[in-house]
């Protein structure tokens, strides 16, 4: 996990001053949890890029912002590319060189061999900001299911976005009011729906959504949709069965891709259970899995996910979570979320992740788990937004 931050002018002729970068630095400080090994910026005339690193594809000369040859063109992004090394492959052949290992790289030399279209190029969870120097435009992303996150908010004439609302609080020109009509999605849908936020005049881009501004014009655009036409011939079970198999194979594998180790979060249930599966089939060395169980015996699984532990011969870890750890963690959690949300397996996730985290080397999870508790943290991040209402945060 990684984060991201920055913002450009809608007026391209202004330049940046030693205060900006002060700024930029205090919007990444406040995203230092998502990203603890390096810190990049870059300032120039209209635009200020920032970006907080977890390293796990190429640990040493993959820091960004990363540039293009000419460095007119610069980039900064959260998340991974999972085709990349296919996709600097055919690069390379159209002659762009490349002087990383990391999977950024290709980004600024899609761009310039497809512009704003090299989205449809990409197989990845991401969120990324690109900024094209001669022409001054700002391009943004996210990828097509929304996996990583990206905040947006016009403001005193610059666009600003990050990776977390708490960065973008973080620069003296954002406001902060809470949008009702947000709030009356939270109490419907139990989240906050893109492209709305909370605040007033911050909004998510929407994922399979991209942001162009140039000439100070915002354009967003769709660039992906999820198509539900049936295939010709229909494929029997036991076809569809196998494709399915193979493409749960495939993506298992291209996300244990990683220079760091890995570790897969199990529920016992089908979904980890697969992915505990495909993950221990590609590794030369039993996989590290993770389960919280729980006291409350009517809804504690981690019996199911030991079983599943046992028979793919993983090495297991599980921790059990109380009634009472679990409400002494909802403020917690309420601080790190920035806005209201009722997921109930943030509980079982937040505590796997503080737990494990600081024991075993594993910088990722895959997670596929649910959990429980979600009225509490309704009400609890509910308190906590409407406690936000008068408040501001500013950088310190």
């Excluded at 209209?46 to 293009?68: C, H, W």
């Excluded at 760091?260 to 979904?271: A, K, Y």
């Excluded at 109930?344 to 996730?349: E, K, Q």
């Amino acid at each position: 996990m990684c984060g991201i931050v920055g913002w450009a002018n809608l007026n391209s002729n202004s330049s940046p001053n030693e205060a900006d970068e002060m700024l930029l630095r205090a919007m990444c400080a406040k995203i230092k949890h998502r990203g603890p090994d390096s810190e990049g910026v870059f300032l120039s005339e209209s635009v200020a890029l920032g970006m907080r690193r977890l390293s796990f594809i190429d640990l040493y000369t993959g820091a960004q912002p990363i540039f293009n040859e000419d460095r007119a063109i610069s980039v900064v992004m959260n998340g991974e590319i999972y085709n990349f090394q296919e996709l600097q492959k055919d690069l390379e052949q159209r002659g762009h060189k490349f002087f990383t290992h990391t999977d950024t790289e290709v980004l600024p030399h899609l761009y310039e061999e497809h512009g704003v279209l090299m989205v449809e190029k990409l197989n990845g969870m991401f969120a990324f900001a690109l900024w094209d120097s001669r022409r001054k435009k700002l391009f943004m992303a996210r990828d097509r299911f929304g996996e990583k996150p990206l905040y947006y908010g016009v403001f005193a004439g610059k666009l600003f976005f990050a990776s977390e609302l708490k960065a973008l609080l973080a620069h003296a020109d954002v406001e902060t009011r809470i949008n009702f009509q947000a709030l009356r999605q939270y109490l419907a849908f139990d989240y906050v729906p893109a492209p709305l936020s909370i605040y007033q005049g911050i909004f998510k881009l929407p994922a399979a959504h991209s942001l162009t501004l140039e000439n100070g014009e915002i354009r967003i655009e769709r660039y992906w949709n999820l198509s539900f036409q049936k295939r010709q011939p229909t494929p029997s079970v036991e076809e569809a069965a196998e494709e399915l198999r193979a493409l749960l194979a495939d993506a298992t594998k291209m996300r244990f891709m990683s220079d760091v180790p890995l570790g897969v979060l199990l529920s016992g249930g089908v979904d980890s259970s697969s992915i505990a599966a495909f993950a221990q089939q590609f590794s030369s060395q039993p996989v590290k899995t993770f389960s919280i169980g729980f006291d409350e015996a009517s809804f504690d699984e981690s019996h199911f996910a030991r079983q599943v532990a046992t028979h793919l011969g993983t090495e297991h870890y599980e921790d059990i979570l109380s009634v009472d750890k679990a409400a002494d963690l909802l403020p917690e959690i309420a601080t790190w979320l920035d806005e209201p949300l009722a997921d109930a397996s943030i509980l079982p996730t937040f505590a796997a992740a503080a737990r494990f985290g600081h024991e075993t080397p594993e910088k990722r999870f895959c997670d596929s788990r649910r959990g429980v508790a979600q009225r509490q943290i309704k009400s609890a991040c509910l308190r906590f937004a409407c406690s936000r209402t008068n408040q501001k945060t500013r950088a310190v």
